[in-house]
Nanobody, 121 residues
């Protein structure tokens, strides 16, 4: 069984920083694209940042210049460093990983349980 475990959410003041981490565990053969999404109250889930296995990244316009996504292929982890946080960044953040496993050699996606980020003074 494969699972994603997220950590690092919490309450932060506007202008502050947080680092979210996501670790995939289980009988993993290989990870591919890794992404962070977020869902604010009353809104649809949106893609925040994407990183492929080679390290190429893409960001939502709202995240450009403030957020940095990174990964460790050996550890099957992906992080999201968030700087200069704003109240509108308040949301539940979800990790999403595309991978293959011993039992499922065709790539599929799994989701983390979500971690709450609240930006407020």
């Amino acid at each position: 069984q494969v699972q994603l475990v997220e950590s690092g959410g919490g309450l932060v003041q506007p202008g502050g920083s947080l680092r979210l981490s996501c670790a995939a565990s289980g009988s993993i053969i290989r990870t591919y694209a890794m992404r962070w999404y977020r869902q604010a109250p009353g809104k649809q889930r949106e893609l925040v940042a994407h990183i492929d296995r080679g390290g190429d990244t893409n960001y939502a316009d709202s995240a450009k210049g403030r957020f940095t996504i990174s990964r460790d292929n050996a550890k099957n982890t992906v992080d999201l460093r968030m700087n200069n946080l704003k109240p509108e960044d308040t949301a539940v953040y979800y990790c999403n990983v595309e991978l293959t496993t011993i039992l499922r050699p065709t790539s599929f996606e799994i989701w983390g349980q979500g971690t709450l980020v609240t930006v407020s003074s």
